[in-house]
């Protein structure tokens, strides 16, 4: 079976692990050509999320391009997570598609996640520039979050200014198909750079970054391990999530 | 005729097809457990058993914070490709 039911058994292996575990997606991840993403508008996508216990997701260029704004707002109703984007807007308005930033709570520190969606315009969306974007909201999360985690979509070059020019970044969570093979440490402000994967074979959801992150009293990151998991044979198909697709016939 | 004008490979006498086998099956092995020790050596995916920490920094006020994470999984529930 695989996909959703093997990524079900790392989360909860990293769960029983750590009491303290963040599942996070960098988005384009609600929907794209197949059954029965494409059929439900990401609503099957949500439910899987809502079983896996995700934190947080930002929005892709996918999902501005195939979905409406209604139909983000009821993908955003449905789930049990937050949906964050810091530069993503409705054409013709200045209002956000999503709220900007999440402060989740993890024991002693609050952990601040920031959103950033890809450039894009269409008819229903426009996207503004991410750098700009997340210089202006940081400072807001900052008040509230001495652990900062960027959800970033905005490229590689745009992610390497961003922490090169904000102090106070401790991770950038890296999506789109702008390849990061390894992690990147911006040695001037200490910023992590973390990217699980891009399109090629196998990919879209095989493969899992975990990460394994260490703070101190202060909120800084003073260690950090990191691997690309490759959800292959070795882990066995979750029982709730297979249960749960077989009843859907999915 | 002559004895001495080559013969075509059916002809070959077995002693010798039987080394080509076993050149041909021997090259072959070869090829199947060096391309083994080389996926075995370089796959940079690591089994769970795997995801051991190399250094854990002590003391009562750090704080060790396990994320996962995903990105561009375009709605599929089961694995691209299958």
New interface residues.
Partial sequence: ????AR?AT??R??QQ??G???????????????H???ATK?Q??IE?YNLMGYQAMTL?K?DLTYLTPDEIRQRMGEAHFPIISANAYITGTQERIAQPYAILD????K?GLVGLTEPLNNSNFYVTDPVEAAKSILPEVQRQAD?I?LLS?AGQEANRRLAEEVKGID?I?????DVLDKPLVIESTGTVL??????Q?????????????????R?KL??Y?W??????N??ADDPTMRQW?EAKG? | MSNDAPQPAAQRPPSQARRDLLWGAGFFLAFVVFSAAMLWIFNPAPKSAALKPNQVPKGKDILALTVVHTNDTWGYLSVCGS
């Avoid at chain 1, 303290?20 to 197949?34: E, I, K, P, Q, W």
């Avoid at chain 1, 969570?173 to 198909?177: A, F, P």
């Avoid at chain 1, 074979?201 to 009293?217: I, M, N, P, S």
């Avoid at chain 1, 691997?227 to 292959?232: C, F, G, K, N, Q």
């Fill in positions: 079976m695989g996909g959703v990524r790392l989360i292996q990293q692990r750590s303290t575990t963040l599942v996070l997606d960098v988005g384009n991840s609600l929907l794209y050509d197949r029965p993403a494409k990401g099957s996508t899987a892709g996918l993890v024991p002693n520190h952990v652990i985690i979509r991770v969570l890296c999506g789109t198909n973390l990217h699980a994967d891009w399109t074979l196998g990919h879209a959801g095989e493969r899992v970054g975990v990460g394994y992150l260490y703070f101190d009293k909120g003073v260690h391990e691997w690309r998991v490759e959800l292959d070795s882990y697709l999915w």
